[in-house]
């Protein structure tokens, strides 16, 4: 008796962390601007005239390639956005130094390379538009 009620307890338990994490999971938060600041010779390629969307993405990770191709199809509705994906393992100097904890982490970046927003997970279409629409009316 006493062990299936703690079992139970522990299902439950399990189950409303699972659908708090999910709740979370892409949610693009503003930042603070200027806590990171990031220039192409950081990411190895120019950024965006008006903003760049940094996506930090691992090999086996799901969640990555579908934020992969919601941020390249959003990337092609605005002019002066750039898309630019890291791996992660293979950068961890650059993940070290914008506290990057895992896959898929997504940065908004505005012209001068600030960060403006983050999301960890994979992001919607409506954020993703949101945060971008946020940056360039700055």
């Avoid at 703690?6 to 938060?29: D, H, M, Q, Y």
């Avoid at 192409?40 to 990770?61: K, N, R």
């Avoid at 941020?71 to 993940?95: M, P, Q, R, W, Y």
């Amino acid at each position: 008796m006493v062990t299936s009620s703690l079992i139970i307890g522990v299902i439950i338990a399990a189950l409303v962390f699972g659908a708090i994490e999910r709740s979370r999971a892409g949610r693009i938060k503003n930042i603070s601007k200027g806590k990171h600041v990031i220039d192409a010779s950081d990411i190895g390629t120019e950024l965006g005239l008006v903003a760049t969307i940094l996506q930090f993405s691992s090999a086996f990770c799901a969640p990555c390639r579908i934020t992969r191709g919601t941020l390249s199809s959003v990337v092609t509705s605005f002019s002066g956005i750039k898309h630019v994906e890291i791996d992660a393992e293979k950068n961890l100097e650059l993940v070290r130094k914008l506290d990057i904890r895992q896959t898929p982490t997504t940065l908004f970046l505005n012209s001068a390379g600030q960060e403006i927003a983050r999301a960890v997970g994979a992001p919607k279409r409506d954020q993703v538009i949101s945060a971008l629409e946020l940056i360039s009316h700055e």
